[in-house]
């Protein structure tokens, strides 16, 4: 008896799981709305800005500088855009900027520290940093650096001199009283010095690292004169020890 055909029935493929693409899609939309809902609420904004450790830019300088506002996008500018910005303020050494959810956007800035002061014509006192740049002494600012004198001419050796006496600890500057260019053919930048404690100095912005501790060594030791710190040093007394003593001997007849 012959074999009927059979046709071999096929597996059915499996249907498409449309409940979970559903489920998807509505999970996205979700967070979409949720999204939106945040970044238009107060929670995504900036409340709260503070600054610490300026002394020479205001609070409103810094903001302004800064670019960023309370009440702006709190993800809307990032830190490093922040830095760049207020970084540019010349009196700034480096910049921190601490960001803080929610809201919250904590700036901290360095400033090049003061290493000389200058008098202006107009009785206006400002402080050179350490880095040449100059800025306004609000009143009653204590004046533990030496005075500028005579600088204007000589911008190139004023950033130069302005650069070492920041690099020199204040131990060897503490004494220095007032300091004025003094330049000749052989020493470009030559500089006249003087102490709170009565001595005149010449040397060079390029010697002075090197010279300054023999120098406070000669001012604990010795009386008030001329020191040379050049190639050579020398120094020579104002008032001759010798007579200064029979001064001091001497008596009076009548």
Same mark, same amino acid.
């Given at each position: 008896m012959p074999k009927s055909n059979i046709p071999v029935l096929k597996n059915p493929k499996p249907k498409k799981n449309t409940s979970r693409k559903v489920a998807a899609l509505l999970i996205v939309l979700f967070i979409v709305l949720l999204s939106v809902l945040f970044f238009r609420s107060s929670l995504s904004k900036i409340s709260d800005i503070q600054f610490r450790g300026s002394t020479y830019s205001t609070n409103e300088e810094l903001l302004k500088q800064s &670019?960023?506002?309370? &009440?702006?996008?709190f993800f809307g500018? #990032?830190?490093g855009t922040i830095i760049k910005r207020i970084s540019k303020i010349p009196s700034i050494q480096s910049v921190t900027v =601490?960001?803080?959810f929610p809201g919250t956007v904590e700036i901290t800035v360095k400033e090049y520290p003061p290493v000389a002061y200058e008098l202006s014509? !107009?009785?206006? /006192?400002?402080a050179y940093l350490s880095n040449g740049s100059k800025v306004l002494v609000k009143q009653g600012t204590s004046l533990e650096k030496p005075m500028l004198s005579g600088w204007e001419k000589d911008q190139v050796n004023l950033l130069k001199l302005c650069s070492t006496l920041g690099k020199m600890p204040d131990? /060897?500057? #503490? =004494?220095?009283? !007032?300091? /004025?260019? #003094?330049p000749t053919l052989s020493f470009a930048d030559r500089i006249k010095l003087y102490t709170r404690s009565g001595f005149e100095v010449l040397t060079t912005i390029s010697l002075l690292p090197e010279k300054? !501790?023999?120098?406070? =060594?000669?001012?604990?030791?010795?009386?008030?004169?001329?020191?040379?710190?050049?190639?050579?040093?020398?120094? *020579?007394?104002? *008032?001759?020890? #010798?007579?200064? !003593?029979? &001064?001091?001997?001497?008596?009076?007849?009548?």
């Open positions: &670019g960023i506002q309370i &009440g702006e996008n500018t #990032s830190a =601490d960001k803080r014509k !107009e009785g206006k /006192l400002t131990d /060897l500057t #503490s =004494d220095f009283s !007032e300091i /004025l260019p #003094s300054a !501790e023999y120098l406070n =060594d000669i001012i604990e030791t010795q009386q008030p004169g001329l020191i040379t710190m050049l190639e050579a040093d020398t120094y *020579v007394p104002f *008032v001759d020890p #010798s007579q200064a !003593e029979d &001064g001091e001997n001497g008596t009076t007849h009548e």
